[in-house]
């Protein structure tokens, strides 16, 4: 042996630990790691601060039976931060081979070159990195981007997408950060990727360590919702600081007395509190130090402690090697997301419809989202019946679209004749909804100008278009679309030339699913981002003339969502909330919830006539299609006036609802 690998021998003996390492990772990191300047919270770790992260950690231990621990988690509670605490144990106190795993190629380098290098400065471990490596001469460091190798053990880095991560050798920790990040079959037929990568851990047997953490998606897709369902189902109890009582924290609603409640002056938000489901105590966030304290004490018992936090399972297992755990954003810690902030997430939430509702849910309540709108019971519909009648318009509209469903009927059943069907639609703040007036024109559809056709041109030239409410304010409809999507016997050609006779009017076709197409979104169409569009416009002629095309799945779910809002007993209604004439029959309501929606996403009609969904699935993008141009006009008025193009930017629908809204006298 030479003077060079003796000093190589020696180097990597004082890399061996000369004590066991803390039993558990809890112990390990408590005031040894030193968060960095630019977290929430820098300084030394503490545990006292984030109770419930203490026994996710723990079951990670490795004289923890667990085998598997699943946290289906909201943002801002540091789980991520907590399971960098796992991999840092791992390979600083108790080596072994990990594989860190994250949704995507660009997550998978933010981890490595800007969370992992600061975690192994601040528990000073940079010096054990080194090359697991047989030849002293070789020049190997063990310190790469994505991979960490210590004396006993090595760290993997990868993307979920990434080949590498599938076919990785044998692990013993596995830690898999945004689970649901990815769609869990991979595309190579390999089956859930999940369960790929826990193959690697088999041989480890009892021994193995697997982490799995992530928001959900929705209740069909998510892969973490999947975990925690197998898992034990652990939900975190904390003491009221009133009356001690254990008690899970759950945002609640309007219709429950307890939950996240809000502190208003003149209708605005001034702070978020907590009423405790056992005392109806109101509880701020500031004492959650009193929740979270190692010897809590209740403010109706001061002399004896309550019991302190902790996590309860909700599920009984046979075998408790997987170990599941839910929480929401209540539970952040003080300094982070506070009461107030969950309020405001979730009124921005109600602000944006359906897809505000769908992100507060997943991120915010830690839920998977389940579409409530799968059909709607037609008893709760009919509850939805307001006091005005129809024809009128009550407060709170501010412009009104109409619809027109085109119907061959069938000769030979005379409740189904050959007829047009029409529904007027008013729309105000917060994607609310009224229904103005629905009326079906029975006759001839071939010709535009005879017919069920012309009766209903008749119609509208007595005023049937405008209405005026009980101040004399008159109410035009502002867009029509008509039904073009029969082409049987030339019968779009039909509708498009109807479509002359009247201003505003427009043919439309409903498809399922709109897909961006990459060369008209280049040219600048005037749909949403993405893949994805709501509505498109599509030239029909060398005229400029436009057809519009519904994606019809985006607007049923629209109305399905809205019809499952209940009414409150005095307005303002809830955001999105659909009124409804209480002289409209129980055949519209029928047809309004005559669709099921499936869990692929897909809907299928249950009963032959649904013509009610149909005219308020095209109201509803006449709406959306009116509003949008309406929006590019102010700007444009803005740009006129000399506007910046950063003021003109920040013009959008409720700059335009405002405009609306004071001319008819509603701010």
């Known amino acids: 042996m030479i003077a060079h690998d003796l000093t190589v021998y020696r180097e990597l003996v004082d890399l061996i630990p000369d004590r066991p390492p803390p039993p558990l990772i809890s112990q390990y990191v408590e005031g040894r790691r030193n968060l960095p300047l630019n977290t929430p919270f820098p300084g030394l770790w503490r545990n006292a601060r984030a109770p419930y992260l203490v026994e996710i950690m723990d079951c990670m231990s490795p004289y923890s039976p667990v085998q598997r621990v699943a946290v289906m988690k909201p943002r801002k509670v540091g789980l991520t931060t907590a399971a960098e605490n796992v991999v840092a144990y791992w390979l600083d106190a108790n080596p072994t081979e990990i594989l860190y795993v994250t949704a995507s190629d660009d997550l998978a380098l933010d981890w490595a070159t800007k969370k992992l290098p600061p975690l192994i400065d601040s528990l000073g471990f940079r010096h054990k990195i080194t090359a697991s490596t047989e030849s002293a001469k070789s020049r190997r460091s063990g310190d790469s981007t994505y991979r960490k190798?210590?004396?006993?053990?090595?760290?993997?880095?990868?993307?979920?997408?990434?080949?590498?991560?599938?076919r990785a050798l044998d692990k013993r920790v596995l830690v898999i950060d945004e689970v649901d990040g990815v769609p869990a079959q991979t595309t190579s037929g390999e089956g859930n990727w999940v369960e790929v990568l826990e193959g690697h851990t088999i041989s480890w047997g009892a021994r193995k360590k697997i982490m799995l953490f992530s928001s959900p998606t929705t209740l069909e897709a998510s892969n973490i919702n999947k975990y925690f369902e197998e898992g034990d189902k652990r939900v975190f109890l904390v003491p009221c600081p009133h009356c001690g009582r254990l008690m899970e924290l759950k945002p609640g609603n309007d219709q429950t007395q307890y939950g996240l409640k809000a502190d208003t002056t003149g209708g605005k938000l001034v702070q978020g509190y907590y009423v405790c489901e056992f005392c109806h105590e109101a509880i701020f966030n500031h004492?959650?130090?009193?929740?979270?304290?190692?010897?809590?004490?209740?403010?109706?018992?001061?002399?004896?402690?309550?019991?302190?936090?902790?996590?309860?399972?909700?599920k009984k297992l046979d075998d408790p090697i997987a170990r599941s755990y839910s929480m929401n954003s209540l539970y952040s810690p003080l300094g982070m997301l506070s009461f107030t902030d969950m309020l405001k997430k979730r009124e921005q939430a109600e602000e944006e419809g359906p897809d505000g509702i769908r992100s507060y849910t997943n991120l915010y309540e830690g839920l998977p989202f389940k579409?409530?709108?799968?059909?709607?019971?037609?008893?709760?519909?009919?509850?939805?019946?307001?006091?005005?009648?129809?024809?009128?318009?009550p407060r709170g509209v501010i412009y009104l679209t109409a619809f027109v469903d085109v119907q061959r009927g069938n000769a030979k059943d005379p409740k189904n004749p050959e007829r047009l069907e029409l529904e007027i639609m008013g729309t105000g703040y917060g994607y609310r909804?009224?229904?103005?007036?629905?009326?079906?024109?029975?006759?001839?559809?071939?010709?535009?100008?005879?017919?069920?056709?012309?009766?209903?041109?008749?119609?509208?030239?007595?005023?049937?278009?405008?209405?005026?409410?009980?101040?004399?304010?008159?109410?035009?409809?502002?867009?029509?679309?008509?039904?073009?999507?029969?082409?049987?016997?030339?019968?779009?050609?039909?509708?498009?030339?109807?479509?002359?006779?009247?201003?505003?009017?427009?043919?439309?076709?409903?498809?399922?699913?709109?897909?961006?197409?990459?060369?008209k979104r280049e040219k600048g169409d005037i749909a949403g981002a993405g893949n994805f569009k709501k509505y498109r416009a599509a030239a029909i002629g060398s005229g400029g003339e436009v057809v519009y095309e519904i994606s019809t799945n985006h607007y049923k779910n629209i109305v399905y969502n809205?019809?499952?809002?209940?009414?409150?007993?005095?307005?303002?209604?809830?955001?999105?909330?659909?009124?409804?004439?209480?002289?409209?029959?129980?055949?519209?309501?029928?047809?309004?919830?005559?669709?099921?929606?499936?869990?692929?996403?897909?809907?299928?009609?249950?009963?032959?006539?649904?013509?009610?969904?149909?005219?308020?699935?095209?109201?509803?993008?006449?709406?959306?299609?009116?509003?949008?141009?309406?929006?590019?006009?102010?700007?444009?008025?803005?740009?006129?006036?000399?506007?910046s193009a950063a003021q003109t930017d920040q013009v959008g629908p409720k700059q335009v609802l405002d405009h609306l809204a004071a001319r008819i006298g509603l701010l």
């Not at 190798?149 to 599938?166: F, K, P, Q």
């Not at 010709?447 to 005023?463: I, L, R, T, V």
């Open 433 to 519: 909804t009224w229904s103005i007036l629905y009326r079906r024109f029975e006759g001839d559809t071939m010709d535009p100008f005879s017919g069920a056709w012309e009766e209903m041109n008749e119609w509208a030239e007595k005023g049937g278009l405008q209405f005026t409410d009980d101040r004399g304010i008159v109410f035009p409809v502002q867009m029509i679309f008509i039904d073009s999507g029969d082409a049987a016997e030339g019968r779009s050609e039909i509708a498009y030339r109807f479509c002359q006779r009247w201003k505003n009017t427009f043919p439309s076709k409903g498809f399922k699913q709109l897909v961006a197409d990459a060369k």
């Open 562 to 643: 809205k019809l499952n809002i209940p009414r409150l007993p005095q307005d303002p209604q809830r955001p999105g909330f659909c009124d409804f004439p209480h002289d409209y029959d129980d055949e519209y309501f029928a047809m309004l919830t005559g669709t099921e929606k499936h869990l692929d996403g897909s809907f299928h009609d249950i009963r032959a006539r649904v013509e009610a969904l149909d005219c308020r699935v095209g109201c509803l993008c006449a709406a959306d299609v009116w509003l949008d141009s309406e929006v590019m006009k102010l700007r444009k008025w803005y740009r006129d006036q000399g506007a």
């Open 287 to 314: 004492q959650k130090l009193d929740m979270y304290a190692d010897e809590p004490r209740s403010l109706r018992h001061p002399e004896k402690p309550s019991e302190k936090a902790r996590w309860e399972p909700t």
């Open 371 to 393: 579409d409530q709108g799968s059909r709607p019971k037609l008893e709760t519909v009919l509850k939805l019946k307001g006091s005005y009648k129809s024809g009128t318009i």
């Open 149 to 166: 190798e210590v004396v006993g053990g090595a760290l993997d880095i990868t993307s979920a997408r990434s080949l590498m991560a599938r």
